[in-house]
């Protein structure tokens, strides 16, 4: 059998984007003699992600930047693509703003089955985004003829009336990896210098509006100054983005620069969680976040704001609470949290990558079927 070539849309592949870690994870585990994932980007792929999808067989192919001045020649580019490219018969999108460009064009050159994919639950942190942004989904129903979310909330958002026809698909992580190991723990927190009475606290995220890193540094910057088992703790953030150096400025401002550690962009995300010993996540919004479902599956205690969906929760350890609230009141609330059992992971098999990438891949069986039957 000639594996079924299913054509995703990203604008980015990078360890720094959610999206494209979701989509590989989920690749990583698919059924290559069944399904080969390609790819159209809208950014060079880096080179982590380049040389594995080579060795998979994948084929990645680049776009013009999607921007206002440049639409004609994305356009364009897409036309192009879709004559010269006529094998492909499902393309899987992850980008709804610019759905109404590559779908209605994959539309246009008559591919069959045109997946759009919900990863969100708000179409952008800023009033001239969202009116823009809502405006161009408005364009899905008539470019997209299946529809994939990863949670009840992120359908909901994007589909509207058409969200019980949407295929939940979690966003599913590798269990095992994320799972709590004391020797990695120890190994790690010594590499950051941390002593074995300090407490770690974490958030893995790009620096952008949506994360609310602000909200965060204030949050542990009240801890840090009015409850003592916190007045030695450390601040560990993962990720980069447009406002790392704002949020860096913001740490000196506050004093708290020998205390807050700046990891960047790593492959090493669980090796960190192991570290932590409290993880938070005051979301403006999320579809259903990745790393909040990771800091569980290795058994942290998690602290979320209450606007992310509570799919997400899989522990009896997370607890939701309102941005209306200010930081002192999040640092109260994470103070009194008594951790009095034993660091356990924390399974749920709608968060398996294995269990969840064969229904994926039945997913995307069903459909070939489908046209094979037309």
């Known amino acids: 059998m000639v594996p079924v070539r299913v054509l995703h849309v990203i ?8 999206v494209s870690s979701v989509v590989m994870n989920y690749y990583k585990y698919i059924d290559k003699d069944k399904i080969i994932f390609d790819f159209l980007v809208h950014k060079p792929a880096t080179r982590e992600y380049s ?44 980008l709804p703003n ?18 759009i994919h919900s990863h969100n639950a708000c179409s952008a942190d800023s009033l001239i985004k969202k009116i823009r942004n809502n405006l161009l989904n408005s364009f899905i129903p008539f470019v997209a003829n299946k ?9 909901s958002f994007l589909f509207r009336n058409k969200a019980d026809k949407a295929f939940i698909l979690y966003n599913a992580v590798e269990t095992d990896k994320f799972g ?3 020797q990695i723990r ?15 606290i974490g958030h893995v995220g790009r620096f952008c509006n949506q994360k609310n890193h602000s909200f965060l540094i204030d949050i542990f910057h009240e ?9 030695n703790s450390k601040l560990l953030l993962i990720g980069d983005g447009e406002l790392y150096d704002s949020i860096q400025k913001k740490v000196r401002q506050l004093n708290l620069s020998d205390y807050v550690i700046f990891a960047g962009v790593t492959d090493r995300v669980s090796e960190y969680l192991q570290a932590m010993d409290l ?11 990745v790393s909040a479902v990771e800091a569980q599956v290795s058994g942290l205690p998690c602290f979320i704001s209450d606007t992310v969906t509570t799919q997400t929760s899989i522990s009896d350890r997370t607890f939701f609470l309102s941005l209306k609230d200010d930081p002192g009141v999040w640092a109260e609330k994470i103070s009194t949290y008594s951790d009095t059992g034993e660091r356990k992971p924390v399974y749920d098999s709608k968060f398996d990558i294995r269990v969840q990438a064969k229904e994926l891949e039945r997913f995307y069986m069903d459909i070939y079927d489908q046209i094979r039957e037309n």
């Open 279 to 289: 993880f938070v996540l005051p979301s403006y919004f999320e579809g259903l976040p």
């Open 186 to 200: 120890q190994k790690v927190r010594k590499e950051l210098g941390l002593k074995d009475n300090q407490y770690l």
């Open 180 to 182: 709590y190991c004391a």
């Open 98 to 115: 610019a759905a109404a460009f590559y779908l209605g064009t994959a539309k246009r050159n008559g591919i069959p089955v045109r997946i």
């Open 147 to 155: 529809y994939v979310a990863c949670s009840d909330t992120a359908a």
């Open 51 to 94: 040389e594995v999808l080579e060795r998979c067989g994948s084929k990645i192919f680049t776009m013009p930047a999607l921007k206002s001045k440049n639409l004609f020649y994305y356009i364009k580019a897409l036309n192009k693509f879709f004559k010269t490219y006529q094998e492909y018969k499902i393309i899987h999108g992850h």
């Open 11 to 18: 604008d980015e592949l990078s360890l720094n984007s959610g």
């Open 223 to 231: 801890l840090h100054r009015n409850y003592a088992p916190f007045r």
